[in-house]
């Protein structure tokens, strides 16, 4: 009986340095040279990014709509952390939209600052993924017992006190609605979701008073009055024109006739929920519709005008305000300017205020007016597609960025015309070269040092990215093509000496440009298949490896393995399986058509080398070539359940049709055991068989473990000895010892089971990895170690067909695109 595992083996740490995989070429949309990397982990279109530098290593930050912000080593493409940005409503249970991603290095640390449309920012650890915090809004700075305090508005509407001198906070009150004065105190009223408005001190932080159910208000006598529900005791009716207690029971108001339809009227009123008393008198009504709740009588609301501020004004010095984890204030000396510089890695250092420094220092409101404009001042670049909640409107802010070119500031505005216009800050009359290219609203701008040049990095709703010379105002070579939607954002730094720009998409993904090779089109844009490609194989035409493709535009085309460029004469061919073989000296391509006939052509002339002939399978499934005797041969699987092996030079059968399977055949490899050819197939009957080529025999039992179809097959060796990889729909992957039949250790997991798209390849150092295709997602797998053999490849349409190459290289076909593969050094 054969030895396995039916169940799936966890992750095993590999003992190699985590490794990214990287696209050697690739025609269409995604070949473009100057496209470095791709990171893919958001579920939602990236909105946002910013870049920072974490213990000397670049990173890049990233925010999408799927509500998380990531935080990506920019050099390996690790992701190092995924923060929930900011916590759901506790009503709609949604977390509230990003409106701005900054970075900023404050006292030496970095941090990320991520801004939100119910008006919080929150601060980030880029370092460790933890909360560092938030920034508030400063309310007023008040005296209280005798201390300067400032008081500040935190997430979830918290009003905080803190003791101006120390930073350290003296209350918080979740929740507040409003401020009031009552008896020559400040009150706090705070009313929290599904729970009684509260009316606190606010020096003491004790709660005063008492929130009392009511009914009403019902009209007695020409005034309104409002009856409270007591547990144990008859309802309390109070005077809601004065305020005051008018009876401890309404029967004394009220002959017994008139009480019954009293009682009904308050009822039907339904329009008051409670009153808060303190000393006997009413302070706060609130009703059951929505809306804050009502200061009323001897409780004054105290106004605020204009506030609460995201800045406040020091001794002329423009401040925001910064509450970390333990809660302490902290005042950031904010940049005088736009202008200020930003680092090499495009981050604004800054400093906060020592607090002994504003000890009774007077504060008053500043600008600008909200954390969005604190964001894009420590940033020095605005995101005019992001949309910022201002009092009762949405504004939309024009992209904009600002640097200084030579000695000179100058801002970049974005026009709604998709122009670009660099203006002189201290001359605002005299504009530079406009830049021009785009057709439609620039989103997104940023700018960074090349060598002696300056460049300019646009992204706008025309779908492009565009690089510019400032100097010139001319456009540097073909716009950055690789995002299939979208591109929101854009970001500059430096990676290990050279020029990075990243962009994020609305394809859900990020992505890294060199912009040292922005110039010319660096043989972009290929010409290649104009409709999906179906299948991928490899051969060697006149001693050059090449990729050979089928695509649905019913033509076979071959590249060079190496540069991608075209290394023969597009072949006319309808195609639904393909495989390569050497047949009289020349390079052919076997391609099974729809119509169940098997053609072969030559690559290089297209020559056929002899007619078409029926595989009567009714539909070919999976083909593939090995060589029997110095012959070479081919074959084929599908739907009649059989196995057909072919004779290349003649197009005649060789053995009759192999036949176990008791379902169709969808997968077919071969391999050479014990000195002769083999065959490796799988069925939907959920097993894995092996065929004697030269006998047309099934070798040993069905090889058993897939509980569901089994979808894909491959071949390879490992420690010198022939074994078999299978893929089943139930998403796992399994290793089987050809010469035993026996299972290779547990099964692995497999993210995607349906498709077929497997091929299996061994590395240099010595891995033998396997590709996986998962929709848009080429991931890789170290079929050794039982883990992930490095960092996953995103691509902008899904893989529909994988081969091995030599140097442990995959050849991919995604959407109507083709491109090689290799794992980067």
């Not at 960074?448 to 010379?469: E, F, M, N, Q, Y």
Request: glycine share 10%; net charge negative; aromatic share 4%.
């Amino acid at each position: 009986m054969m030895e396995r595992s039916d169940h799936v083996s966890r992750e095993v740490p590999s003992s190699h340095e985590p490794a990214f995989w990287r696209a050697d070429w690739t025609c269409g949309s995604a070949s473009d040279p100057r496209l470095l990397r791709s990171f893919n982990g958001h579920d939602a279109p990236v909105v946002a990014v910013a870049t920072a530098v974490v213990d000397g290593r670049p990173v890049v930050v990233s925010a999408s709509r799927d509500a998380t912000v990531c935080v990506w080593d920019l050099a390996t493409g690790e992701r190092l952390h995924t923060l929930a940005a900011a916590p759901p409503d506790p009503m709609s249970l949604l977390s509230p939209e990003l409106v701005a991603l900054a970075t900023v290095v404050v006292d030496g640390q970095p941090l990320i600052l991520t801004c939100h449309i119910d008006g919080t920012a929150r601060l980030w650890d880029p370092e460790t993924g933890r909360s560092a915090g938030e920034l508030v809004l400063g309310l007023a700075r008040l005296v209280l017992d005798g201390r300067h305090v400032v008081l500040a508005i935190e997430a979830d509407r918290t009003l905080g006190v803190w003791d101006q001198a120390t930073g350290s906070r003296l209350g918080v009150f979740p929740w507040m609605v409003d401020i009031g004065a009552l008896d020559g105190r400040k009150v706090v009223v705070t009313c929290p979701p599904d729970h009684p408005v509260q009316v606190w001190d606010l020096a003491t932080g004790r709660e005063v008073g008492e929130c009392l159910p009511a009914e009403g208000p019902l009209e007695l006598e020409g005034r309104d009055i409002a009856v409270t529900k007591e547990k144990g005791q008859a309802g309390r009716v109070w005077d809601l024109d004065c305020h005051v207690l008018l009876a401890a029971d309404l029967r004394e108001l009220l002959a017994d006739a008139e009480y019954a339809n009293a009682v009904s009227a308050l009822e039907a009123a339904d329009t008051l929920s409670t009153l808060t008393v303190v000393d006997g008198r009413v302070v706060v009504l609130d009703t059951h519709y929505e809306g804050a709740p009502e200061l009323v009588g001897d409780l004054a609301p105290v106004f605020f005008p204009d506030g609460p501020f995201a800045t406040l004004t020091l001794e002329e010095r423009s401040v925001a305000l910064a509450v970390g984890v333990d809660h302490t204030l902290c005042f950031w000396d904010l940049p005088t300017s736009p202008m200020d510089p930003t680092g090499p890695d495009g981050t604004r250092s800054i400093r906060s205020i020592p607090l002994e420094a504003t000890a009774g220092k007077e504060l008053i409101n500043g600008v600008p007016g909200d954390l969005v404009d604190v964001a894009s001042l420590v940033s020095a670049r605005t995101n005019g597609q992001l949309a910022a909640e201002s009092s009762w409107e949405i504004r939309v802010r024009a992209a904009s960025r600002s640097l200084v070119l030579g000695d000179t500031p100058v801002s970049l505005i974005a026009g709604p015309d998709g122009t670009v216009t660099p203006w002189h800050t201290l001359a605002p009359s005299h504009a530079c070269s406009v830049l021009t290219g785009h057709t439609d609203r620039v989103w997104a701008i940023d700018s960074i040092p090349v060598g002696t040049r300056t460049l300019a990095v646009t992204t706008s709703r025309d779908r492009t990215v565009r690089v510019w010379d400032l100097a010139t105002g001319e456009q540097e070579g073909e716009p950055l093509t690789g995002h299939t939607g979208q591109v929101w954002d854009v970001a500059t730094t430096v990676v290990d000496g050279r020029s990075v720009a990243v962009t994020a998409g609305e394809d859900h993904m990020v992505r890294t440009w060199d912009l040292t090779a922005a110039r010319g089109d660096g043989g972009r844009l290929r010409a290649g298949h104009t409709e999906p490609v179906l299948a991928v194989a490899t051969a060697v035409l006149d001693d050059v490896p090449v990729v050979v493709t089928a695509g649905a535009d019913h033509t076979v085309r071959t590249w060079d393995l190496t540069t991608g460029s075209h290394a023969s004469d597009s072949l006319s061919a309808e195609v639904s399986a393909m495989t390569t073989a050497v047949v009289g000296g020349h390079s052919v391509v076997v391609t099974a058509a729809p119509d169940d006939t098997l053609h072969i052509m030559e690559l290089a002339t297209g020559r056929t080398v002899h007619r078409p002939f029926p595989s009567g399978h009714g539909r070919v499934l999976a083909i593939a070539s090995a060589t029997l005797d110095g012959m070479p041969v081919a074959l084929t699987a599908g739907s009649d359940r059989a196995v057909g092996v072919w004779d290349l030079t003649t197009g005649r059968p060789l053995v009759a049709p192999l036949t176990g399977h008791s379902s169709r055949i969808t997968a077919a490899a071969t391999a050479v055991l014990d000195g002769r050819p083999v065959a490796v197939t799988g069925s939907w009957d959920k097993t894995v068989r092996l065929w004697d080529l030269a006998t047309g025999r099934q070798l040993g039992e069905p090889l058993t473990g897939h509980t569901d179809w089994v979808t894909a097959v491959a071949t390879a060796t490992l420690g010198g000895a022939p074994i078999a990889i299978s893929k089943g729909r139930d998403r796992t992957i399994r290793l089987w010892n050809l010469s035993t039949g026996q299972q290779i250790r547990d099964a692995q997991p497999a993210e995607s089971g349906s498709g077929n798209t497997l091929a299996v390849s061994a590395t240099a150092d010595g891995r033998l990895v396997a590709a996986l295709g998962d929709d848009r997602t080429v991931r890789f797998r170290d079929l050794i170690a039982g883990c992930p053999a490095g960092t996953d490849y995103l691509l902008p349409f899904p893989v529909h067909s994988l081969a091995a190459a030599p140097g442990g290289r995959f050849a991919v076909g995604f959407g109507r695109e083709v491109g090689v593969l290799s794992r980067a050094s």
